[in-house]
C-alpha cells in the first residue's frame, strides 16, 4: 500500500476516535475528511465510566460509518490516536478482517476543530445524535495529492490551537485588501459651494469604502443575545489539579446569570464571597458575586482599587475573584497573575492560600471554568512585574496551580452590584477611575449591552431622528 493511499485512510477515519478522549467534556466528535458525528448529551445522561465508554462509543460509530461506504470506499487500514482504541475498535471490526487497525500515540491537534464557528454551531444546536457530512478539504485534492492535504490540515488546526483569534485573521483575509490594489475609475457629480456642477472622476477608493472592527458593539450586541444557549454547556476544567488544598463550589444561579451578562469579547469580572460549611473546613461555598464598577478589553479588565465594602459581605471571607475571556487559555494570563497579586499586596483580608482567579472561557457553544491560586513564587514575581504584555521575561508555569471547582444547585448565590450608577462603564470609560469610591448593595445586574450603559448611544439615535427637522428662520440683527 503506498503512503498517499496510507494518508488517505488515516484522514478518513482517525480524529473520531481522538476527539472523544480529549474532549469528552464537550461530548462530540467530529472527524477530518468528510464526516462529522454530533452525539447529544442525552446519550450519556447517568452513566459512569465515561472515558471508557466513549472509546466504546466511538468505536461503535466508526464501525457504522465504515459499513455504510461501498467496498471500494472502505480503508485498507485505520490508524488510532490512542492505543486505548485498539481493543474496542477490533470486536466492532469483526466483520472487516481486511482492514488493518494500527495504534498509535500521536499527538495532533484534531481538538482544535471544536473552535471553527460552523461546528460548534451545529452541535449547540443540536437535540438528537445526528451524523452529517463535510468536507474540510474543501476542494484541496484536485490539486495536490492526500497527503499534501492532510499536511496542510495540520499546520491549519495547530495555527488554530496555538492563536485562535490571529489564525482566523489569515484564513479569512480582509477582502478590501485585494480590491485596494486594482484601480477602478469612479465618477460622480457634484457642486460646488458657489453652485457649480462638476463631474469629478476618482481611481482611488478615497471615501468609498466602510471601516470594519472587531469592536463594533452592534454586531456584539447581537451575538450577546445568544449566551443564553451556552449555560446548558458549562464544563469544569478538572485536569493537573493537587488533590491538597481548597475545594470550591459555585452556585449555578449566579454562574448562569454571570455568562448571561457578559460579553462575547470584552471581560468582565467579579469579585468572589462566601463561607465554609462547619463540618468541613477545607470546602468554600461560593455565596455572593460583587459586581464592581469595571470597563474592559479582550485581554484584561479595569477595577477600582477599592474592594466593595458591605454589611452583607461582613459574615463571608473573600475568595477571589472571575472574570471571562473570549477563548480559553492553556494557562493562567500573566495579566490576571499580576492582577491579583497586587490586590494580595494591597488587601490584608485576602489569603493567598484561599483567594483564587476563576475563568470563564467562551469556547464554541459552552462556556469552560478553571480555577488557579498563585504559588508564593508566582505571587513575588507578579507583586514586582511592570510588564503588562503578554509574554513578559521570568514568566513560569510554576507560578501557579489549578485548584478543584465543583458546581451545585444544592444552594442559591446572589449579586451586590453598585448602589449609584452601572458595573459597566466600557461606553463611558472617562467616567471611570481607578481610585473612585464605590458603594455597593442588593440587586441583580443588568446585561452588557443593557440601555443604562450606553446612553450616548440613545443620545445619538435621538440626534438622528431631529435631524431632519427644519429650523425657522431668525432674523439677522446686524443687517
Known sequence: MGRSSAIKSFGLLMIPMCIVLQSIRHLKEISPRNQSMVIHTSVWAGQKRLGQLAKWKTAEEVAALVRSLPVEEQPKQIIVTRKGMLDPLEVHLLDFPNIVIKGSELQLPFQACLKIEKFGDLILKATEPQMVLFNIYDDWLKSISSYTAFSRLILILRALHVNNEKAKMLLKPDKTAKEASQLTAVTTRTTNVHGDELIVTTTSPYEQSAFGSKTDWRVRAISATNLYLRVNHIYVNSEDIKETGYTYIMPKNILKKF?????????????????????????????????????????????????????????????????????????????????????????????????????????????????????????????????????????????????????????????????????????????????????????????????????????????????????????????
Request: glycine letters at 8%.
Open 259 to 479: 455568562i448571561c451578562i457578559a460579553d462575547l469579547r470584552t471581560q468582565i469580572a467579579g469579585y468572589l464571597y462566601g463561607i465554609s460549611p462547619p463540618d468541613n473546613p477545607q470546602v468554600k461555598e461560593i455565596r455572593c458575586i460583587a459586581m464592581p464598577p469595571q470597563w474592559g478589553t479582550h485581554q484584561q479588565v479595569h477595577l477600582p482599587s477599592a474592594l466593595p465594602d458591605h454589611d452583607f459581605l461582613n459574615d463571608l471571607e473573600p475568595l477571589g475573584w472571575m472574570h471571562t475571556q473570549p477563548n480559553e487559555l492553556p494557562q493562567l494570563s500573566p495579566q490576571d497573575l499580576t492582577s491579583h497579586a497586587k490586590i494580595l499586596e494591597n488587601t490584608k483580608q485576602w489569603d493567598g492560600e484561599k483567594c483564587i482567579i476563576l475563568t470563564c472561557s467562551f469556547t464554541p457553544g459552552s462556556c469552560s471554568l478553571t480555577a488557579y491560586k498563585l504559588t508564593p513564587s508566582g505571587y513575588e514575581w507578579g507583586r514586582v512585574n511592570k510588564d503588562t504584555g503578554s509574554n513578559p521575561h521570568g514568566y513560569l508555569p510554576t507560578h501557579y496551580e489549578k485548584v478543584q471547582m465543583l458546581l451545585s444547585d444544592r444552594f442559591l448565590g446572589f449579586y451586590m452590584i453598585p448602589d449609584t450608577g452601572p458595573w459597566n462603564y466600557n461606553f463611558m470609560g472617562v467616567k471611570h477611575t481607578p481610585s473612585m469610591k464605590y458603594g455597593i448593595k442588593l440587586g441583580t445586574p443588568r446585561e452588557y449591552y443593557h440601555e443604562d450603559h450606553r446612553p450616548t448611544h440613545y443620545l445619538e439615535f435621538s440626534n438622528l431622528e431631529e435631524g431632519d427637522t427644519v429650523e425657522g428662520d431668525r432674523d439677522d440683527t446686524f443687517t
